[in-house]
């Protein structure tokens, strides 16, 4: 079993960043590829970001493509998302996920969640 604790969100002007942690606990983190999800009111969820297990494989949805970063520091068990060039837009509650496919979109293991909120 995974635990997963999200921090890093808040209020940001748009054009401002942000940077979202997840810390894992219970499991063997490396052995696990994450996710970055998040959900906007009256939206389906979409996933951000994803990394493999050892961070060499990484993809982003085309609507952050060069504005957010994704990766893992797996001495910490923690995955990160450096979030630029905020818009209104990318505001939505945030998850962090984990499973054993990096190819896959069903996680296994979910956060709570972390508000961002992006004014203009």
């Known amino acids: 079993q995974v635990q997963l604790v999200e921090s890093g969100g808040g209020l940001v002007q748009a054009g401002g960043s942000l940077r979202l942690s997840c810390a894992a606990s219970?499991?063997?983190?490396?052995?696990?590829?994450m996710g970055w999800l998040r959900q906007a009111p009256g939206k389906e969820r979409e996933i951000v970001a994803r990394?493999?297990?050892?961070?060499?494989?990484?993809t982003y949805v085309d609507s952050v493509k060069g504005r957010f970063t994704i990766s893992r520091d797996n001495a910490k068990n923690t995955v990160y998302l450096q979030m630029n060039s905020l818009k209104p837009e990318d505001t939505a509650v945030y998850y962090c996920?984990?499973?054993?496919?990096?190819?896959?979109?069903?996680?296994?293991?979910w956060g709570q969640g972390t508000q961002v909120t992006v004014s203009s």
């Open positions: 996920a984990a499973h054993k496919d990096f190819r896959s979109n069903a996680y296994d293991y």
């Open positions: 219970g499991g063997s983190f490396s052995t696990y590829a």
């Open positions: 990394i493999s297990e050892l961070g060499r494989r990484t």
